[in-house]
T-cell receptor, first 113, second 118 residues
Framework: GDSVTQMEGPVTLSEEAFLTINCTYTATGYPSLFWYVQYPGEGLQLLLK?????DKGSNKGFEATYRKETTSFHLEKGSVQVSDSAVYFCALLGGSTLGRLYFGRGTQLTVWP | GAVVSQHPSRVICKSGTSVKIECRSL??????MFWYRQFPKQSLMLMATSNEGSKATYEQGVEKDKFLINHASLTLSTLTVTSAHPEDSSFYICSARELQGGTGETQYFGPGTRLLVL
């Protein structure tokens, strides 16, 4: 079945460091891929998405490229800020189960000044 | 992006009472909404899929008589936790599905409701 495997956290970085959070997926059909961010005590906010192979989603300096050959959708940011501290979830919208999102376990990111 | 609201944001109730949580899509119509439960430091657990005008579809292990879902309009779904007990204390999050034609679909999430049952 459809599933997402996400890099275990927590991740701790200094401000302006480079960030990578790995995400790989298993899916039938042609899924869409998402990164969501959750700040403490809040719901999830859509960070970026990609709907087909080789698409690159980007937002607020974050990027992720849909790689079908490696079934990956790694999240990257060139220079993190303290305000980026949050939990990041990789998610897959399966082609076979209408509307159902499959989430990774989440990665806690803490950025120190 | 699209906005989904949830009300209340926080509720404390006594054991045995029922609590209703509302989820609204503010600037788009959502024929499908989802209800999740999140435990501390964990991912989201899908509880049920709410379909406008029809019965909700519950995930395995979720009691439908305990967690009543109503999706009466294209912008509103409600989750009622009936006869709440302390083990029902959790963070409940809804999402609404927006269909976007050529770019597929996206789920937008509400801010969540923190339920504490004493």
């Amino acid at each position: 079945g459809d599933s997402v495997t996400q890099m275990e956290g927590p991740v701790t970085l200094s401000e302006e460091a480079f960030l990578t959070i790995n995400c790989t997926y298993t899916a039938t059909g042609y899924p869409s891929l998402f990164w969501y961010v959750q700040y403490p005590g809040e719901g999830l906010q859509l960070l970026l998405k990609a709907t087909k192979a080789d698409d690159k989603g980007s937002n607020k300096g974050f990027e992720a490229t849909y790689r079908k050959e490696t079934t990956s959708f790694h999240l990257e940011k060139g220079s993190v800020q303290v305000s980026d501290s949050a939990v990041y979830f990789c998610a897959l919208l399966g082609g076979s189960t209408l509307g159902r999102l499959y989430f990774g376990r989440g990665t806690q990111l803490t950025v120190w000044p | 992006g699209a906005v989904v609201s949830q009300h209340p944001s926080r509720v404390i109730c006594k054991s045995g009472t029922s609590v209703k949580i509302e989820c609204r899509s503010l600037d788009f119509q959502a024929t499908t909404m989802f209800w999740y439960r999140q435990f501390p430091k964990q991912s989201l657990m899908l509880m049920a899929t709410s379909n406008e005008g029809s019965k909700a579809t519950y995930e395995q292990g979720v009691e439908k008589d305990k967690f009543l879902i109503n999706h009466a309009s294209l912008t509103l779904s409600t989750l009622t936790v009936t006869s709440a007990h302390p083990e029902d204390s959790s963070f409940y999050i809804c999402s609404a599905r927006e269909l976007q034609g050529g770019t597929g679909e996206t789920q937008y999430f509400g801010p969540g409701t923190r339920l504490l049952v004493l």
